[in-house]
């Protein structure tokens, strides 16, 4: 079977704990592979190596730093089959789904090369007499990432990129549970140019995780991940000193207004309600209709595309839907939270329980669910169900649907659907979740701009890649200075005002 490693100053590392997770072909259900997780000891290995470099990229000059950038995204066109291709065959979703996973990853690097733009200063001329200030923007030194499952690919590069063109060095720990990808990637930021230690991938667990956060050297963490493991790490990381941005997870509602047009709602939901299996932080999870006729009118219409849909391994063709969940327990979970839907009383209208695949009987599918009448009480609408599953509420109003969006804890991702200019303004405008869609079911903004959530879907005052990236991989120095000809007087001992 093959052994996976860690990389550590420019090369491939063997795991040393002897401890090791068994990485899944989620589509047969087989072990393929397994992944080292790491120690303390060896994250401190990682993280001395990282030290020891971070000065010399922190002195190369940004622009230098942004060609090792502009070089690894032609290194990921060059490779973009191939880095799909692992992505789909450790997670399960479909190869175009993972090259949109690795383009979205990209794009975020294409605006890192703005780098030398996005770190100049600030300057006064001229803010006494005789005196200027200017800020600048420096690396905070060794930073980490610990990142989830569901987009091995794109998330990795949203932490590294922006923290590298700032001049720090990163140490990355990806999931146990497709840790291939961004060991590929580290491949290929060395084969670009990046100097060895700048990017370290620890693989691990907890216990890696643990290790980053008693690390007093690291001065920053982002975590991507559920909301509990996110505020774990968020107190500690702050509690020790850190600074620290976790994501977490989310229940994204969409409300559909009696005047949407109806085949588009019920497109984007089936679109974004069961494309990677459900397994997307921005994934729709919640339809409310606003009416008993638009609820009607809804189920009428997602009933058929639902029952379209094509679910198989990514190896089945471009055509194929979405894949099986990540592993055999996140199937169970997934399954578990059905049954307690029925149990509590909602009522099932699409059953994907029994799906089975000839030839796949022992990959991790669940076919797509769909359950109507469902209550804010519920487990299926409190929790986040994380696959193929897509609950409809029922409102009365406008106001009740806002509401219940607005009450829910999770606040990552929402979207409206109308044709009426007042109501999409009023709803972007009071609700209070992170990224809001207008006529577009999963609204993550582009590169340029921030990603984040709201409420218990995001800890920490700055979003994910954008400006906000750069300001959360730097500190601000800010420098007075006065030359001689600007000192008229003898010492002084009070504050002085500005005139
Ligand atoms: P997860 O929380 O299980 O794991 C995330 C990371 O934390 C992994 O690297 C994992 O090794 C580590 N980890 C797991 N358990 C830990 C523990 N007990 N102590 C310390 N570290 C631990 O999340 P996941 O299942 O990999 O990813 C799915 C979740 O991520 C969903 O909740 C999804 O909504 C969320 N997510 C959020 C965003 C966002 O931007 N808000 C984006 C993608 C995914």
């Known amino acids: 079977m093959q052994e996976l490693s860690h990389f550590i100053d420019g090369a491939r590392v063997a795991g040393q704990s002897g401890r090791f ?17 790491a120690s303390a000891a060896e994250l401190a290995a990682a993280v001395a190596g990282a030290r020891a470099a971070q000065p010399g990229w922190a002195a190369t000059n940004p622009q230098r730093r942004a060609r090792v950038l502009m070089e690894f995204v032609r290194l990921l066109n060059r490779d973009m089959d191939k880095l799909a291709e692992a992505l789909s065959r450790e997670h399960g979703k479909t190869l175009p789904d993972a090259r949109g996973d690795v383009q979205r990853g990209l794009e975020v690097v294409e605006f890192c090369i703005g780098a030398p733009h996005l770190l100049k200063g600030e300057y006064t001329d001229g803010a006494g007499p005789g005196i200027d200030i200017y800020s600048m923007r420096q690396p905070l030194g060794v930073v980490a990432g610990i990142t989830p499952f569901n987009f091995p690919a794109m998330i990795p590069m949203w932490k590294f990129a922006p923290a590298i063109a700032c001049g720090n060095a990163f140490i990355l720990k ?9 060991l590929m990637l580290a491949e290929l930021m060395a084969e670009a140019g990046l100097p060895d230690g700048i990017l370290q991938v620890v693989n691990g667990d907890k216990a890696a995780v643990d290790a980053i956060l008693d690390h007093p050297e690291i001065m920053a963490i982002g975590f991507v991940g559920s909301t509990p493991i996110a505020q774990y790490i968020y107190a500690k990381g702050c509690a020790a000193g850190k600074r620290v941005q976790c994501f977490g997870g989310a229940k994204n509602h969409m409300i559909i207004m009696p005047d949407a047009d109806m085949d588009q709602a019920a497109d984007a939901l089936v679109g974004a309600g069961y494309g990677a299996a459900g397994e997307r932080c921005m994934a729709i999870s919640v339809a409310v209709p606003v009416g008993e006729k638009t609820a009607d009118a809804l189920v009428e219409k997602l009933i058929p595309r639902i029952e379209k849909l094509k679910v198989g391994p990514y190896t089945a063709g471009d055509d194929v839907d979405y894949g099986p969940l990540v592993t055999g327990a996140a199937r169970d979970r997934v399954l578990g939270l059905i049954g307690s839907g029925v149990a509590q009383g909602a009522e099932l209208v699409v059953d994907g329980r029994d799906f089975r695949l000839q030839g796949y009987e022992d990959g991790f599918f669940v076919g797509p669910s769909l359950f109507d009448r469902v209550t804010p009480e519920m487990d299926i609408y409190r929790q986040e169900i994380f696959g193929p599953v897509l609950s409809q509420v029922r409102a009365a109003s406008y106001d009740e649907a806002l509401g219940l969006a607005m009450d829910h804890e999770y606040g990552n991702g929402t979207a409206i659907f109308t044709r009426d200019g007042d109501t999409a303004r009023d709803f972007a405008s009071r609700i209070n979740i992170g990224m809001v869609g207008i006529n577009v079911p999963i609204p993550v903004p582009l590169a340029y701009h921030t990603f984040g959530g709201w409420k218990k879907s995001g800890f920490g005052d700055l979003n994910q890649h954008g400006p906000d990236a750069f300001r959360f991989y730097t500190r601000t120095k800010t420098v007075t200075a006065r030359w001689p000809s600007g000192l008229k007087e003898g010492g002084e001992f009070h504050f002085k005002a500005m005139d």
């Open 21 to 37: 997770a068994d990485v899944y072909n989620p589509a047969t259900g087989e072990v393929q592979a397994r992944v080292p997780l």
């Open 174 to 182: 990806p999931s146990e549970r497709d840790p291939s990808v961004p």
